[in-house]
């Protein structure tokens, strides 16, 4: 009891040595971050919490192993300890070093197996956000909110906003409602790659000839990043995602624009975006792979 | 083992002499463990799918047979069962880069009684000017929900032939097994996706064959048309009340 | 002891060769396991010059000079070939496998030479063709694990990913081939009086080892052939559009992946149990608990693959078996690691820099061992997956633990396999420059994981910046030191003082340091008679 209650408080502590040093609203990463970005969903915050029990044990462990190492070290030295013991059992011994590992590891798996199953599925989702990975950009659809598309490309260094995150910025944004449970669908048109924003605790697999369900509810407004994070081929590192969250009645006002705007757009012929300023370079890695289509603009 | 065999393993290996017995036994079984691991792995494509078709891995749905038919009778004709729960399937359609068709389903998404047998349809469109065969490749999400997923005929069950320009209406008939509210993980499933993938086949033969037919076809009825003509001509000759009738 | 053993001296033809027949034609365990060593040598400069690459690539954002991209996912992909099936499996079971099975269980030599030979070469060719498939089209530029569709024929369009696959095949019949002939020696050519229980733990290592090979590599093998038709003859094992299914590369794959890291790390278990039981002077504590902890690593290894694939789209009840199996892996592990520590508690020890090596081992595999249990849950795993945090794991337990093991059994054994002794002084100086160094390099890339950097690109946001800096610099120092370590290589195998018999005094207590130092041509030609070693129970 004592110990569950000394692991709450540390945990409690570090939670808020972590929310204290995360920063402002989720803006992507920041320089010499040593920690999560800051979650915006109901899940990040779950997976940031029991990651934080999970800290604490491994800690504890690596902590307990250096101690008696240290003590070893000190102690059973040559100089100090000329004549080494010839014990090579200890049965008691063997059993706690059996037993208490089990015991951690159930304390473990059991807000493990409760996070997986919260994380599963969403209950009721108002809305579908359908998620197409290519080489190298990604295709979201909105078949719920007049059924539009559009792609969605890197934005090139120099053509950068000011104050704009290299690598990270898209031409066209992923635009969601706040306080909104949105189912996922993701799939491929080519190659595996992976639908990743950190911010979110969404992470998920996108497979050519499958679809894969995941779900998000943002409950903060603001601008979040993600990369791909399966690797896809040559300009696997320049297919970022970004998304903006916004109030319901803006999100409704953007759908209504964004229906008229991308009505009409077809998809293929697809084409992909030129990767920042290494266009030509890129340009020639492609040549040699005539397999992977890349650079049409 | 004794030391007699260990001297004789031992001498005979540096000496290159026939290997013991009890080595070669060992060896010999070492090698049928390989080929055991080599059986399982040569096996492992028609385990692997029967594995995913039993239990609904990644989203592969059933296929409804007769016996599964009959048996669904009993649930649809409890009406109070019947009435109790409804899904919504919604449908989602993709298009390989590679395949240069549209393909789209006809309704977003049905509100579906469980047990009931459901009729819905997608649209694929040849945008090409060539005649191209496609294959689609299926799966439900939520996956726990797949096995309860019956599809009873599908276009994805046989590859599907496009002539340039033509569109297609897809049928794909289904229902929801009953069983899955008895599911403590599935009972509480809104909404089942239904999506598919279409993709250009590798066998392309299909395509040929269909643009041969056609251009037969074509002639056939050119043949045919040719034929009615010259036995119009010739009523016509006959009965000039008829000769408007053609010309029109 | 019976005197007929000596009448197999009288062979001939197989008395030391000299030239380069001796080493060619070689069928002596330790002439091969010499040249294990070697392979395993000059592939580790091969894949540190290729790591030393990326990472000077990821010095700063932006490009530095590695400007086309396939180059740079090519490196990736070699390095991570290169260094599993090339340094670390040839060192530690080729090299040290050869070199101490047959000296710990007291043989003259394999159960059979000539297919050691055989197995030697094999691996050889492969390192050939996996350097000639870096060249060939851009390379291959799928990450070790060769994911279809972007490692099939429409992605790959060149020789590379093929090239590649014959590599990774004959890899596989060598090391198949090393595994039936360790088994087979280990189980019928003990010397007398040498249970399996009193053998000591390397050989048991090597014994586990060799049967995580024979059931992995098949698998492997297995599925590189169906990726092979894929690509060649127009099958459709893991292509959607003919019927296939991506997922079920993964799950071959990972079926052999996972075994092949046990596959790497229990030989590192062995040498670091002989190396801790040496310097504290004092016995193996828990013996046949460490044995069997190995065994019970082994087995459970195969039960765990799916756990590098969370995120490709399992239902929920699949994945929290992972989680629950791959969770119990830490249990066995667990009792190796206290089984070390009281092994050391009460010793007398000596700091030699094996030793240091091994209290290195000790303490970087629990701190990437305790990572490993946090990527075990799938929960959080969703926000690891696939970044720099995998990466420091995975480096954490192979990169610094495996090849600290490797460093640690080639001090520990030099004198024996040369007759010269290393400069203790000049060992303990390169023990912590490299442990300064790892932990430099990899420990930042906990927190660039945990920001959400993902692994294998080449450049990243400007905000990673600040650690990768310092992770390149840690890569600078462990660079420094593994060059340190081919100077003193060189130098005790040049001009290193003449090693006796048993250097390590009364605690190193195996068979291989009653024979003289260099270990003879040929050895055990006499049976030992073991049957007054003490049991182990």
């Known amino acids: 009891m004592n110990r569950c209650r000394w692991m709450l408080t540390s945990l409690l502590f570090i939670s808020a040595w972590l929310a204290a040093s995360a920063g402002a609203l989720a803006a992507g990463p920041k320089p010499w971050q040593m920690n999560f970005q800051e979650a915006a969903t109901p899940v990040m915050e779950d997976i940031i919490s029991f990651h934080n029990l999970l800290l604490v044990i491994e800690i504890l462990i690596v902590l307990f192993v250096l101690g008696l190492m240290l003590v070893i070290i000190i102690k059973f030295n040559s100089k100090a300890n000329p004549v080494p013991s010839k014990t090579t059992h200890n049965t008691l011994l063997e059993v706690v070093w059996t037993v208490v590992p089990i015991a951690i590891l159930m304390v473990i798996a059991v807000p493990s197996m409760k996070l997986l199953f919260f994380m599963d599925k969403a209950k009721n989702p108002e809305m579908t956000l359908k998620i197409t990975g290519h080489q190298w950009f990604w295709t979201y659809q909105y078949p719920d909110n007049g059924d539009f598309e559009f792609d969605s490309n890197i934005v090139d260094e120099e053509d950068l906003p000011k104050g704009g995150k290299r690598l990270l910025e898209v031409d066209e944004r992923v635009v969601l409602p706040v306080n909104t449970e949105i189912r996922l669908l993701m799939t491929s048109d080519d190659v595996i790659h992976n639908w990743a924003v950190p911010s979110f605790g969404v992470k998920m697999d996108t497979v050519p000839g499958r679809t894969n369900e995941s779900w998000i509810k943002v409950t903060k407004t603001g601008t979040f990043y993600g990369q791909c994070s399966e690797l896809c081929g040559v300009n696997h590192g320049f297919m970022p995602i970004r998304v903006d969250v916004v109030t319901k009645a803006e999100f409704a006002k953007w759908a209504a624009a964004a229906k008229v705007k991308y009505a009409g757009i077809q998809t293929p012929p697809k084409t992909a975006a030129s990767a920042t300023a290494k266009a030509i370079k890129v340009a020639q890695a492609a040549a040699r792979m005539p397999g992977a289509h890349v650079l049409k603009r | ?248 | 002891m019976s005197d007929t053993a000596h009448a197999g001296t009288d062979g001939g033809h197989d008395h030391s060769p000299t030239g380069w027949r001796r080493w060619a034609y070689s069928t002596n365990h330790k002439d091969i396991g010499t040249l294990y060593l070697a392979i395993a040598v000059i592939a580790a400069v091969v894949g540190g010059a290729m790591s030393a690459m990326i990472r000077l690539e990821l010095t700063q954002p932006g490009i530095q000079f590695i400007e086309d991209f396939q180059f740079y996912n090519m490196l990736v992909t070699a390095h991570g070939f290169v260094m599993v099936f090339f340094v670390v499996m040839p060192a530690l079971i080729g090299g040290f496998g050869n070199w101490f099975v047959p000296l710990m269980i007291g043989t003259p030599d394999m159960a059979f030479p000539r297919m050691n030979n055989v197995s030697f070469w094999l691996l050889a060719a492969a390192l050939v063709l996996l350097v000639a498939s870096t060249f060939i089209a851009g390379g291959v530029g799928t990450g070790w694990t060769v994911y279809p569709p972007l490692s099939n024929a429409d992605f790959h369009p060149g020789m590379a990913v093929d090239f590649g696959i014959l590599s990774l095949h004959l890899a596989g019949a060598s090391s198949i081939l090393g595994a039936i002939n360790l088994i087979t020696t280990i189980l019928n050519m003990r010397a007398p009086g040498m249970t399996l229980h009193r053998m000591p733990l390397f050989v048991w290592a090597m014994l586990i080892t060799a049967f995580l090979l024979l059931m992995a590599i098949p698998v492997l093998a297995g599925a590189l052939t169906m990726l092979l038709t894929d690509r060649n003859f127009g099958t459709a094992f893991f292509s959607p559009e003919g019927g296939g299914d991506p997922i079920f590369w993964q799950h071959l794959f990972w079926f052999f992946g996972h075994p092949e890291v046990y596959i790497m790390v229990i030989p590192a278990f062995g040498v670091i149990s002989h190396i801790i039981s040496t310097f504290s002077k004092k016995p193996i504590f828990g013996y046949l608990g460490m044995a069997y902890a190995m065994s019970a690593i082994g087995f459970v290894g195969f039960i765990v693959w799916a756990h590098h694939m969370y995120t490709v789209g399992f239902n929920v009840e699949t994945r929290s078996y992972f989680v629950i199996a791959t969770m119990v892996i830490a249990v066995p592990t667990g009792v190796k690691i206290f089984s070390w520590l009281a092994t050391m508690w009460g010793g007398s020890i000596d700091f030699k820099t094996p030793m240091l090596y091994a209290m290195g081992f000790i303490f970087l595999f629990v701190a990437g061992g305790v990572t490993g249990i946090t990527l075990a849950n799938a929960g959080v795993d969703q926000a690891f997956h696939d970044t720099y945090f995998v990466v420091a794991h995975f480096h954490y337990v192979l990169s610094v633990a495996t090849v600290f093991a490797i460093y640690g059994g080639i001090y520990y054994w030099l004198g024996k396999m040369s007759g010269r002794q290393y400069s203790e002084v000049q060992g303990r100086w390169q023990f912590w420059i490299t442990f300064i160094g790892v932990n430099v390099l990899f420990f930042p890339q906990h927190f660039l994981g945990m920001a959400g950097m993902p692994r294998r690109i080449p450049d990243y946001p400007d905000a990673y910046a600040g650690w990768n800096m310092v992770s390149s610099i840690g890569g600078l120092i462990t660079m420094l030191g593994a060059f340190m370590f081919l100077w003193i290589l060189y130098r005790t195998l040049t001009a290193g003082a003449p090693a006796e018999d048993n250097p390590w005094g009364e605690g190193a207590t195996t068979l291989e340091w009653t024979v003289p130092s260099p270990a003879p041509f040929h050895t055990h030609e006499v049976l030992p008679d073991t049957s007054d070693l003490q049991a182990a129970e």
């Open chain 2, 1 to 248: 083992m004794s030391n007699e065999a260990a001297h004789r393993t031992a001498r005979a290996s540096r000496q290159g002499k026939s290997t013991p017995r009890r080595t070669k036994l060992t060896a010999y079984a070492l090698v049928g463990l390989i080929g055991g691991m080599g059986a399982l792995v040569a096996t492992a494509q028609p385990m692997y799918r029967a594995f995913c078709q039993v239990t609904g891995f990644g989203g592969t749905t059933q296929v409804a047979d007769e016996a599964k038919l009959a048996a669904l009778i009993i649930p649809v004709e409890d009406e109070a069962a019947k009435a109790a729960r409804y899904v919504t399937v919604r449908f989602d359609a993709n298009t390989n880069a590679k395949l240069p068709w549209h393909f789209r389903p006809v309704q977003r998404e049905l509100r579906v009684r469980i047990g009931e047998q459901v009729l819905a349809h997608f649209e694929a469109t040849n945008i090409s000017d060539k005649t191209i065969v496609g294959t689609a490749t299926f799966n439900v999400t939520p996956y726990k929900t797949a096995t309860y997923f019956n599809k009873i005929d599908c276009f994805c069950f046989t590859e599907q032939v496009l002539h340039p320009g033509q569109t297609a209406q897809m049928p794909v008939i289904f229902y929801v097994d009953p069983e899955m509210l008895k599911d403590i993980n599935t009972k509480n499933e809104t909404a089942i996706t239904l999506s598919y993938t279409f993709f250009a086949d590798t066998d392309q033969s299909a395509a040929k064959k269909a643009d041969w037919d056609q251009s037969a076809a074509k002639e056939a009825d050119r043949d045919q048309g040719e034929a009615r003509q010259a036995e119009a001509e010739r009523r016509a000759e006959n009965s000039p009340a008829n000769r408007a009738e053609i010309n029109g």
